[in-house]
């Protein structure tokens, strides 16, 4: 009981304090779910109009002012959003259809660079676009560009990176080392498709 009556006196004599406290902590938690909801409201917005644009989005008729339209509106809810990320992704796809390779490349790059504030969270996004600036570099016959962006990191797509890697080396008349990635990657591959892809790839490599 006189522990009890310690506190009891301790709470009457700071009870000022005491309210203070509880109330700024109420403040601080009452501030955090209010940006935390509005973030996540501001997400919902933008990825309801990136899903809207996508599931209109037809390659064979790819509409530009539609796209400019859905990214401007992105945009001013969230500047740095994942939604546009995947707008360029896909915008720069249609451009190296088109043989516009340098815009696609700076697309790509734009996304990127919004990739980079985002953490780990979102690397296979990051993969995907290596890959595609990796292949624009092919095209472009600038291969230690190509090679420089196939050294980084590769979990999701590592099978689509020895490809590649596969691909230069089989441009560069290294045969042998080409083979070998083929190989590689035909080991790690699970999808038919793609293994009689590489398996097509293996058989057209001539000393």
Do not use: C
Request: no cysteine.
């Amino acid at each position: 009981m006189n522990f009890l009556n310690k506190i009891y006196a301790w709470i009457l004599k700071n009870y000022i304090k005491l309210i203070s406290f509880l109330l700024v902590i109420s403040l601080a938690y009452g501030a955090y779910l209010y940006f935390y909801f509005m973030a996540q409201q501001k997400d919902q917005e933008a990825g309801d109009l990136f899903l809207n644009f996508y599931n209109s989005y037809s390659p064979s008729d790819f509409n530009d002012q539609e796209y400019n339209i859905v990214f401007d509106e992105i945009s001013l809810i969230d500047n740095a959003s994942i939604y546009l990320v995947m707008l360029k992704s896909i915008y720069a796809v249609e451009l190296a259809e088109s043989n516009d390779l340098q815009k696609a490349l700076t697309e790509l790059s734009n996304a990127r660079e919004i990739l980079s504030s985002k953490g780990n969270a979102f690397n296979f996004l990051k993969e995907i676009i290596d890959l595609r600036m990796a292949n624009i570099f092919i095209a472009l016959e600038d291969l230690d560009r190509a090679n420089n962006i196939l050294k980084n990191t590769f979990t999701t797509y590592q099978t689509n990176k020895l490809i590649l890697q596969g691909d230069i080396s089989a441009i560069e008349k290294k045969f042998d080392e080409a083979k070998q990635k083929y190989i590689d990657a035909l080991e790690g591959s699970e999808n038919e498709t793609q293994k009689n892809l590489i398996n097509l790839k293996i058989s057209t490599l001539t000393d």
